[in-house]
């Protein structure tokens, strides 16, 4: 068995699955603040919040911590030389502002839980972008690997 090709399918499934809960749990924020600010039945809110606490806690932490595992495996197997590159280095800084971005998006679910909303609508649809840019911007430095 190729453990590098493993590594590499398993690092691609968890981020996926990253990707997805990046994208999807701020759009679930535009809803949510929607509904508060045209102040809509705390049931709907409720269900909010279990959508966002779920999403969080089963999707995106595990898928998180797996992309980094594999990641890191897949380092380690291709050899810490990779350091070096330009390619390695702009997708460290990536990855970085990425999981920078998914802890800033819990403490936005916090506060929603604690019916403490800091920001309107308009604020997480223009956040939903961060990640869509990235994304971008990742997948053509890793494909094209500039020296
Ligand atoms: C979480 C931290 C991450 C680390 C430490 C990491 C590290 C790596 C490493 C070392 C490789 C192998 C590169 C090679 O063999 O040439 C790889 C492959 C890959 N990574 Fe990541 N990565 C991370 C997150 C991500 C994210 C967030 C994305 C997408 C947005 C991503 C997309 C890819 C893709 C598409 C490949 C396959 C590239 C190819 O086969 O040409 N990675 N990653």
């Given at each position: 068995?190729?453990?590098?090709?493993?590594?590499?399918?398993?690092?691609?499934?968890?981020?996926?699955?990253?990707?997805?809960g990046?994208?999807?749990?701020?759009?679930?924020?535009?809803?949510?603040?929607?509904?508060?600010?045209?102040?809509?039945?705390?049931?709907?809110m409720?269900?909010?919040?279990?959508?966002?606490?779920?999403?969080?806690?089963?999707?995106m932490?595990?898928a998180?911590?797996?992309?980094?595992?594999?990641?890191?495996?897949?380092?380690?197997?291709?050899?810490?030389?990779?350091?070096?590159?330009?390619?390695?280095?702009?997708?460290?800084?990536?990855?970085?502002?990425?999981?920078?971005?998914h802890?800033?998006?819990?403490?936005?679910?916090?506060k929603?839980a604690?019916?403490?909303?800091?920001?309107p609508?308009?604020?997480?649809?223009i956040?939903?972008?961060?990640?869509?840019?990235?994304?971008?911007?990742?997948?053509?430095?890793?494909?094209?690997k500039?020296?």
């Amino acid at each position: 068995m190729n453990t590098y090709l493993l590594f590499k399918s398993i690092h691609l499934i968890a981020v996926i699955s990253w990707m997805a809960g990046l994208l999807y749990l701020p759009r679930i924020f535009v809803y949510h603040s929607e509904a508060i600010q045209n102040n809509k039945p705390e049931d709907l809110m409720s269900t909010f919040k279990v959508m966002e606490r779920r999403l969080f806690i089963y999707i995106m932490n595990p898928a998180m911590i797996a992309s980094w595992i594999f990641g890191g495996l897949l380092i380690y197997t291709i050899g810490i030389d990779n350091f070096g590159s330009l390619w390695f280095q702009l997708k460290l800084l990536f990855v970085v502002i990425l999981t920078i971005y998914h802890f800033f998006l819990f403490q936005c679910l916090r506060k929603f839980a604690e019916n403490n909303n800091s920001f309107p609508p308009k604020f997480y649809r223009i956040i939903n972008e961060i990640p869509t840019i990235l994304l971008i911007a990742t997948i053509f430095i890793i494909v094209f690997k500039p020296l």
